[in-house]
T-cell receptor, first 110, second 111 residues
Framework: QQPVQSPQAVILREGEDAVINCSSS?????VHWYRQKHGEAPVFLMI?????EQKGHEKISASFNEKKQQSSLYLTASQLSYSGTYFC???????????FGQGTTLQVKP | SQTIHQWPATLVQPVGSPLSLECTVE??????LYWYRQAAGRGLQLLFY??????ISSEVPQNLSASRPQDRQFILSSKKLLLSDSGFYLC??????????FGPGTRLLVL
Protein backbone atom coordinates (compact mmCIF):
# COMPACT_ATOMS: atom_id res chain seq x y z
CA GLN A 1 0.00 0.00 0.00
CA GLN A 2 1.44 3.33 -1.10
CA PRO A 3 1.86 6.01 1.60
CA VAL A 4 -0.22 9.13 1.07
CA GLN A 5 1.54 12.48 1.05
CA SER A 6 -0.06 15.86 1.62
CA PRO A 7 -0.12 18.44 0.28
CA GLN A 8 0.53 17.45 -3.33
CA ALA A 9 2.15 20.79 -4.05
CA VAL A 10 3.13 23.90 -2.14
CA ILE A 11 4.52 27.28 -3.15
CA LEU A 12 6.49 29.33 -0.64
CA ARG A 13 8.39 32.55 -0.45
CA GLU A 14 11.95 32.41 0.81
CA GLY A 15 12.00 32.34 4.59
CA GLU A 16 8.58 30.73 4.99
CA ASP A 17 7.99 27.38 6.66
CA ALA A 18 6.35 24.25 5.29
CA VAL A 19 5.17 20.90 6.57
CA ILE A 20 4.82 17.78 4.43
CA ASN A 21 2.87 14.86 5.82
CA CYS A 22 3.14 11.18 5.02
CA SER A 23 0.62 8.66 6.26
CA SER A 24 0.21 4.95 5.82
CA SER A 25 -2.59 2.45 6.29
CA UNK A 26 -0.01 -0.15 7.32
CA UNK A 27 2.19 -0.26 10.40
CA UNK A 28 5.44 1.54 9.61
CA UNK A 29 8.78 -0.10 10.26
CA UNK A 30 10.77 2.91 9.13
CA VAL A 31 10.24 6.15 7.27
CA HIS A 32 12.70 7.53 4.72
CA TRP A 33 12.64 11.05 3.27
CA TYR A 34 14.18 12.04 -0.07
CA ARG A 35 14.31 15.17 -2.19
CA GLN A 36 14.49 15.07 -5.97
CA LYS A 37 15.47 18.00 -8.14
CA HIS A 38 14.08 18.12 -11.64
CA GLY A 39 15.91 15.69 -13.92
CA GLU A 40 18.07 14.30 -11.13
CA ALA A 41 18.06 11.25 -8.89
CA PRO A 42 16.46 11.40 -5.44
CA VAL A 43 18.81 12.40 -2.63
CA PHE A 44 18.50 10.96 0.85
CA LEU A 45 17.50 13.42 3.58
CA MET A 46 16.88 11.33 6.68
CA ILE A 47 15.59 8.06 8.05
CA UNK A 48 13.44 7.54 11.13
CA UNK A 49 13.51 4.10 12.64
CA UNK A 50 11.25 4.16 15.61
CA UNK A 51 8.18 5.83 16.92
CA UNK A 52 8.73 9.15 18.60
CA GLU A 53 12.01 9.68 16.81
CA GLN A 54 12.80 13.14 15.57
CA LYS A 55 15.73 14.14 13.46
CA GLY A 56 17.02 17.32 11.98
CA HIS A 57 19.58 18.53 9.52
CA GLU A 58 20.13 22.27 9.35
CA LYS A 59 16.63 23.66 8.92
CA ILE A 60 14.97 20.45 7.80
CA SER A 61 13.63 18.07 10.43
CA ALA A 62 11.21 15.17 10.64
CA SER A 63 9.13 13.29 13.15
CA PHE A 64 7.69 9.80 13.21
CA ASN A 65 4.46 9.00 15.02
CA GLU A 66 4.31 5.22 15.03
CA LYS A 67 0.85 4.98 16.57
CA LYS A 68 -0.68 7.31 14.03
CA GLN A 69 1.33 5.62 11.27
CA GLN A 70 2.52 8.94 9.97
CA SER A 71 5.58 11.08 9.57
CA SER A 72 6.01 14.78 8.94
CA LEU A 73 8.85 16.72 7.33
CA TYR A 74 9.39 20.27 8.54
CA LEU A 75 11.18 22.86 6.41
CA THR A 76 12.03 26.00 8.35
CA ALA A 77 12.98 29.35 6.85
CA SER A 78 12.94 27.84 3.37
CA GLN A 79 15.67 28.62 0.88
CA LEU A 80 15.56 28.57 -2.91
CA SER A 81 17.62 25.37 -2.81
CA TYR A 82 14.77 23.58 -1.03
CA SER A 83 12.73 23.51 -4.24
CA GLY A 84 12.06 20.05 -5.58
CA THR A 85 9.85 17.05 -5.06
CA TYR A 86 9.87 15.39 -1.65
CA PHE A 87 9.15 11.71 -1.29
CA CYS A 88 8.52 9.68 1.80
CA UNK A 89 9.03 5.94 1.70
CA UNK A 90 8.11 3.32 4.20
CA UNK A 91 10.45 0.43 4.65
CA UNK A 92 10.26 -3.30 5.16
CA UNK A 93 12.04 -4.88 8.09
CA UNK A 94 13.73 -7.68 6.21
CA UNK A 95 14.14 -6.79 2.55
CA UNK A 96 14.91 -3.11 2.83
CA UNK A 97 12.53 -2.34 0.01
CA UNK A 98 10.76 0.99 0.11
CA UNK A 99 7.30 1.89 -1.06
CA PHE A 100 7.23 5.58 -1.91
CA GLY A 101 4.45 8.10 -1.68
CA GLN A 102 3.38 10.02 -4.75
CA GLY A 103 5.56 13.00 -3.87
CA THR A 104 5.04 16.61 -2.80
CA THR A 105 6.32 19.34 -5.10
CA LEU A 106 7.77 22.30 -3.27
CA GLN A 107 8.56 25.55 -5.04
CA VAL A 108 10.36 28.31 -3.18
CA LYS A 109 10.20 31.73 -4.79
CA PRO A 110 12.42 34.74 -4.08
CA SER B 1 33.38 5.49 -0.05
CA GLN B 2 30.59 3.88 -1.99
CA THR B 3 29.57 4.92 -5.48
CA ILE B 4 26.87 3.71 -7.80
CA HIS B 5 27.03 3.91 -11.58
CA GLN B 6 24.39 3.53 -14.23
CA TRP B 7 24.68 3.46 -17.97
CA PRO B 8 23.76 4.58 -20.41
CA ALA B 9 22.63 7.98 -19.17
CA THR B 10 20.10 8.35 -21.97
CA LEU B 11 18.69 5.96 -24.51
CA VAL B 12 16.27 6.25 -27.41
CA GLN B 13 14.93 2.91 -28.65
CA PRO B 14 12.25 1.85 -31.14
CA VAL B 15 9.22 -0.12 -30.00
CA GLY B 16 9.93 -3.84 -30.08
CA SER B 17 13.67 -3.53 -29.61
CA PRO B 18 15.55 -5.15 -26.71
CA LEU B 19 16.86 -3.30 -23.67
CA SER B 20 19.76 -3.73 -21.29
CA LEU B 21 20.50 -1.23 -18.53
CA GLU B 22 23.41 -1.73 -16.19
CA CYS B 23 24.05 -0.70 -12.62
CA THR B 24 27.21 -1.29 -10.62
CA VAL B 25 28.11 -0.42 -7.06
CA GLU B 26 31.62 0.15 -5.74
CA UNK B 27 32.98 0.27 -2.23
CA UNK B 28 30.60 -2.16 -0.56
CA UNK B 29 29.91 -5.86 -0.56
CA UNK B 30 26.68 -7.85 -0.63
CA UNK B 31 24.44 -4.81 -1.03
CA UNK B 32 20.70 -4.95 -1.53
CA LEU B 33 19.97 -3.67 -5.02
CA TYR B 34 16.81 -2.11 -6.45
CA TRP B 35 15.39 -1.00 -9.80
CA TYR B 36 12.80 1.78 -9.90
CA ARG B 37 10.97 3.42 -12.76
CA GLN B 38 9.67 6.95 -12.73
CA ALA B 39 7.27 8.11 -15.42
CA ALA B 40 7.39 11.80 -16.28
CA GLY B 41 6.09 13.86 -13.37
CA ARG B 42 5.22 10.80 -11.34
CA GLY B 43 6.46 8.89 -8.32
CA LEU B 44 8.96 6.08 -7.89
CA GLN B 45 7.71 2.63 -8.77
CA LEU B 46 9.74 -0.28 -7.42
CA LEU B 47 10.31 -2.84 -10.18
CA PHE B 48 12.79 -5.36 -8.73
CA TYR B 49 14.89 -5.84 -5.66
CA UNK B 50 17.68 -8.25 -4.87
CA UNK B 51 19.20 -9.29 -1.56
CA UNK B 52 21.91 -11.44 -3.15
CA UNK B 53 23.25 -13.01 -6.33
CA UNK B 54 20.44 -14.79 -8.19
CA UNK B 55 17.96 -13.67 -5.51
CA ILE B 56 15.62 -11.31 -7.28
CA SER B 57 12.04 -10.40 -6.50
CA SER B 58 9.68 -8.80 -8.97
CA GLU B 59 7.22 -6.23 -7.72
CA VAL B 60 5.24 -5.48 -10.84
CA PRO B 61 4.36 -7.96 -13.61
CA GLN B 62 5.54 -6.55 -16.91
CA ASN B 63 7.78 -7.24 -19.87
CA LEU B 64 10.93 -6.39 -17.91
CA SER B 65 13.34 -8.73 -16.16
CA ALA B 66 16.33 -8.27 -13.88
CA SER B 67 19.49 -10.24 -13.28
CA ARG B 68 22.35 -10.03 -10.84
CA PRO B 69 25.30 -11.88 -12.36
CA GLN B 70 27.78 -10.51 -9.82
CA ASP B 71 27.49 -9.25 -6.26
CA ARG B 72 27.61 -5.58 -7.22
CA GLN B 73 26.07 -5.67 -10.67
CA PHE B 74 22.37 -5.38 -11.43
CA ILE B 75 20.95 -5.52 -14.94
CA LEU B 76 17.49 -4.57 -16.18
CA SER B 77 16.41 -6.13 -19.46
CA SER B 78 13.57 -6.42 -21.88
CA LYS B 79 13.17 -8.53 -25.00
CA LYS B 80 10.68 -6.17 -26.64
CA LEU B 81 10.13 -2.61 -25.50
CA LEU B 82 6.69 -1.01 -25.33
CA LEU B 83 5.87 2.68 -25.57
CA SER B 84 4.83 2.54 -21.92
CA ASP B 85 8.36 1.52 -20.92
CA SER B 86 9.55 5.09 -21.43
CA GLY B 87 10.70 6.74 -18.23
CA PHE B 88 13.52 7.43 -15.85
CA TYR B 89 15.11 4.23 -14.55
CA LEU B 90 16.87 4.43 -11.24
CA CYS B 91 19.06 1.87 -9.55
CA UNK B 92 19.64 2.05 -5.80
CA UNK B 93 21.62 0.17 -3.20
CA UNK B 94 21.42 -0.28 0.54
CA UNK B 95 23.07 -2.26 3.27
CA UNK B 96 20.45 -4.56 4.77
CA UNK B 97 17.30 -2.57 5.42
CA UNK B 98 19.02 0.78 5.75
CA UNK B 99 19.14 3.89 3.67
CA UNK B 100 18.87 3.53 -0.09
CA UNK B 101 21.26 5.50 -2.28
CA PHE B 102 20.30 6.17 -5.85
CA GLY B 103 22.39 6.13 -8.98
CA PRO B 104 22.23 8.96 -11.54
CA GLY B 105 19.54 7.18 -13.57
CA THR B 106 18.93 6.29 -17.20
CA ARG B 107 16.43 8.25 -19.20
CA LEU B 108 14.71 5.92 -21.69
CA LEU B 109 12.54 7.09 -24.55
CA VAL B 110 10.72 4.45 -26.58
CA LEU B 111 9.47 5.67 -29.97
Amino acid sequence: QQPVQSPQAVILREGEDAVINCSSSKALYSVHWYRQKHGEAPVFLMILLKGGEQKGHEKISASFNEKKQQSSLYLTASQLSYSGTYFCGHGSSNTGKLIFGQGTTLQVKP
Amino acid sequence: SQTIHQWPATLVQPVGSPLSLECTVEGTSNPNLYWYRQAAGRGLQLLFYSIGIDQISSEVPQNLSASRPQDRQFILSSKKLLLSDSGFYLCAWSQNSGTQYFGPGTRLLVL
